[in-house]
């Protein structure tokens, strides 16, 4: 599987981004697909989750009520709708995809077995 991450840009404080991730196929047993970030000189961090099948999604606190993640089955996309963005939002975003990946461990990144390339978002206060 192959992830292609695009939708980074350059955008101001309080403005939105939609980031796209494409899958190249859907493996059988995938079970999620989540968005992390990496900001320079920090480590690589959760942003938001959602289960293959049943939708459920999880997501940080950080971002709670101003990113939405989605998915569309048919195409092997998940999407990331960034809303009421800020600085601290600068950073590398990827897209993951991994299987039999339980609610525990949702959120780890060592969970995921297949990476996208990474997108850069900024935002400029």
């Known amino acids: 599987v192959q992830l292609q991450a695009s939708g980074g840009g350059l955008v101001q404080s309080g403005g939105s981004l939609r980031l796209s991730c494409a899958a190249s196929a859907r493996t059988f047993s995938t079970s999620a697909m989540a968005w992390f970030r990496q900001a320079p000189g920090k480590e690589r961090e959760f942003v938001a989750a959602?289960?293959?099948?049943?939708?459920?999604?999880s997501y940080a606190d950080s971002v709670k009520g101003r990113f939405t993640i989605s998915r569309d089955r048919a195409k092997n996309g998940v999407y990331l709708q960034m809303n009421s963005l800020k600085p601290e939002d600068t950073a590398v975003y990827y897209c993951?995809?991994?299987?039999?990946?339980?609610?525990?461990?949702?959120?780890?990144?060592?969970?995921?077995?297949?990476w996208g390339q990474g997108t850069l978002v900024t935002v400029s206060s």
């Open positions: 959602i289960r293959w099948s049943g939708g459920t999604t």
């Open positions: 993951a995809a991994g299987s039999f990946i339980i609610l525990s461990t949702i959120r780890v990144p060592s969970s995921y077995g297949y």
